[in-house]
């Protein structure tokens, strides 16, 4: 895993910005890794000859991992009409809290936690279109010229910079940003309840407008359409526990931020990310798709690979600078 990008010209130390980029573009470590490792095939695809005359192999690189992660989004649309239920992002574990013995060659390793690979945040990228959201990821978080960014998308720089203007106003008009150490406090007071199975704390710690959004995958059993309303939420979360006699929760960073992973007789069964404003959860994303938990084994023994996309080919992509 991860060994395309090992050669001894300058391609070689592009793969972890490569997969930064590829996966906040398309919300799976796994259609990433795909993705690069198609940029790389291309790239050493090429005569030597060719490769010696392009000046900047990072530049040519991206331009190849952007327009493969654009037509893995056309695609992805119709993927997500068949898919049983709601499609979340896959979550990220911080290695330095949850060890899982897969060493380097695990792609979560290469990805960096920041701000744009919360959950909330991914989840916006997701109603953008496919060219608004390279548009968007490239400049606003990676810092691409929109000069650069045409090249990806076949568009002019002043279309590519109204699409990230116009991204940029779903994203503003979305976040409720807090801090991790309020964050923090708000979901052990969840988890508290929760294990407590005490439904009018929850009801307080929720905001009456909140969302519970969760991803099964048609795989597991779970809601296949969002939870409305604090109340509601609060009754469906203590009727899980009921239903789950040995559920342990975690106080886990989550894509980032804080969350809760909960696991049963050993193994995790989901990953929950929140979002909080003004001291109360508006939003509960809980992954429970297996094949997406497989970076949250602790004995390294998941499902890695499985419910992988292909990385879809970008036409013209041979050409790029």
Known sequence: MGTAGTGADGAAGEWRRLMNVAYRLLGSPAESEDAVQEAYARWYALPRSRRDEIVSPGAWLTTVTGRICLDV????????????????????????????????????????????????????????????????VLHDVFRYPFAEIAGILGRTPAACKQLAASARRRVRGARTPVTAAGQADVVRQVKEAWETKNIAALVDLLDPAAVMTADGGGLVGTVLRPVEGGAQIARYMVAIADRAPGLELLERSVSGVPGLVARRAGAVVTVASFEVADGRVTRIWAVRNPEKLWPWAQDGAGQEGAGRGAGGEAGGASTAR
């Open 73 to 136: 989004l056309g695609s992805a649309r119709a993927r997500r009409e068949r898919y049983v239920g709601a499609w979340l992002p896959d979550p990220l574990p911080d290695r330095a809290e949850w060890d899982t013995g897969r060493g380097g060659a695990d792609p979560v390793d290469q990805l960096v936690l920041d701000e744009s690979v919360t959950m909330a945040f991914l989840v916006v990228l997701e109603s953008m279109t496919p060219a608004e959201r390279v548009a968007f």
